[in-house]
């Protein structure tokens, strides 16, 4: 059976809908960076999704090829995440989406190095006729967060973050949100086939014990 991130790591994927603290480790990912409006159709979002997966597809699908992957073992592919913020804003301002500045990431296992990155975006390349070079291997150290598990319309997840905070600060902990600690968010469900009333997505902030 394929290993399953999100069923082998629960308490960074499905968290319970009451807040909670998690230290998240140190992971590599898939990346796209880029700015603007995620809901835009022809916007640089969507086109970021569609290289993210064909490029964790590509490496997926290596042990078929010839680019045999040391210490390979087959798996699911884990969900779409995303890093955001906007220059001035603590936080996220839903408002003004034409503002965001994002990290699109998909998790990558161990296994896979930045070498074996550069050729599955030259296989990938090669069999879609498309360029993949926006694609980057991405390692970051989340650290120390609250999260939670929101059910429902993105637009509606200040009320979770709010939530979030309050229970923080009565742990004893302050936001810690800045240029090198985002707003996090990874999505459970597929837009596209799921009401926004249903929708699942582990938000997750960087916090810091009060007074350090």
Known sequence: MAFDFKKEYKEFYLPKGTPSIVNVPRMNYLAVRGS??????????????????????????????????????????????????????????????????????????????????????????????????????????????????????????PATAELMHEFMEQEGYALDINDQRFHHEIYLSDARKVSPDNLKTVIRHPIKVKGR
Not at 58 to 65: C, D, P, Y
Not at 88 to 114: C, E, S
């Open 36 to 157: 603007g409006n995620p809901n835009d159709e022809d916007g640089d979002y969507k086109q970021a999704i569609g290289l993210l997966y064909g490029i964790a597809y590509t490496i997926k699908m290596s042990k078929k090829g010839n680019h045999q992957i040391e210490g390979y073992f087959d798996y699911v592919v884990p969900p779409l995440e995303g890093f955001w913020w906007q220059d001035g804003v603590i936080g996220v301002d839903y408002a003004n989406k034409d503002t965001f500045q994002w990290i699109a990431v998909i998790r990558l296992p161990d296994f896979v190095t930045k070498e074996d990155l550069d050729w599955a975006v030259r296989e990938a390349g090669a069999k879609k006729k498309q360029d993949f070079s926006k694609v980057e291997f991405f390692t970051y150290d989340e650290g120390l967060c609250v999260q939670c598990m929101h059910i429902g319309s993105y637009d509606d997840e």
